[in-house]
């Protein structure tokens, strides 16, 4: 599967954006996904995660309350939506899928995916 990342941006603190990642190749609902970020200098690190029919989700303790992953498999696509933004969630974010061989309902660890879309920078001013 290919995956493509958007809708990464400049947006002031407080202000929100919606991130989408768009899987090609084969169905998207074949794979548990994520969101992963790397702000510079720093290491790549988990942001959210849903399950294959998005009845499941997890999220990074930083993003909690202020994050919203989802998904819409008849679109193939997975979204993250970003609410009262703070500088700390620069980065570049990127999207990832795991395969359902590997029997996971969500997946918090970059281990734990096989494919990475190519990342959308988001860049919050204060």
């Known amino acids: 599967v290919q995956l493509q990342a958007c809708g990464g941006g400049l947006v002031q603190a407080g202000g929100s954006l919606r991130l989408s990642c768009v899987a090609s190749?084969?169905?998207?609902?074949?794979?548990?996904t994520g969101w992963f970020r790397q702000a510079p200098g720093k290491e790549r690190e988990f942001v959210a995660a849903?399950?294959?029919?998005?009845?499941?989700?997890k999220y990074a303790d930083s993003v909690k309350g202020r994050f919203t992953i989802s998904r819409d498999n008849a679109k193939n696509t997975m979204y993250l939506q970003m609410n009262s933004l703070k500088p700390e969630d620069t980065a570049v974010y990127y999207c990832?899928?795991?395969?359902?061989?590997?029997?996971?309902?969500?997946?918090?660890?970059?281990?734990?995916?096989?494919?990475w879309g190519q990342g959308t920078l988001v860049t919050v001013s204060s």
């Open positions: 990832a899928a795991a395969d359902r061989s590997r029997g996971m309902v969500v997946a918090a660890r970059l281990v734990d995916y096989d494919f």
């Open positions: 190749g084969r169905t998207v609902n074949n794979y548990a």
């Open positions: 849903i399950s294959r029919s998005g009845g499941f989700t």
